[in-house]
């Protein structure tokens, strides 16, 4: 596979980088020199490879975070400036 266009799929499937600058770094890929597409893409691999190994336990820290959200109530009074509800 091309390394343009693997760095392609690396770029649209990374959660470190923020769409926003997603977009901009697909839009310079075609000028980017072979040594560039070579690093992003290796750093990126590493993300990839990353999330795939601890794929179970990140599931398992979000299922724990919904968990949390959906019994979350707000409270009925805030004291502004002091950090505190009450």
């Known amino acids: ?11 649209r499937n990374s959660f470190i980088i923020p769409n926003e600058d997603k977009l901009v770094i697909l839009g310079k890929i ?3 020199k072979d040594e560039d597409v070579e690093e992003l893409g290796k750093f990126l691999a590493e993300e990839h490879d990353f999330i795939i ?5 990140l599931r398992g820290n979000v ?11 707000p409270p009925d ?4 400036g002091t950090g505190r509800a009450g």
């Open 1 to 11: 596979m091309n390394k343009k266009i693997a760095l392609v799929k690396l770029i």
């Open 30 to 32: 075609e000028q980017m």
């Open 53 to 57: 190994k601890h794929e179970a336990g």
């Open 63 to 73: 299922g724990e975070i919904m968990e949390t959200l959906k019994s979350w109530k």
């Open 77 to 80: 009074k805030v004291y502004v």
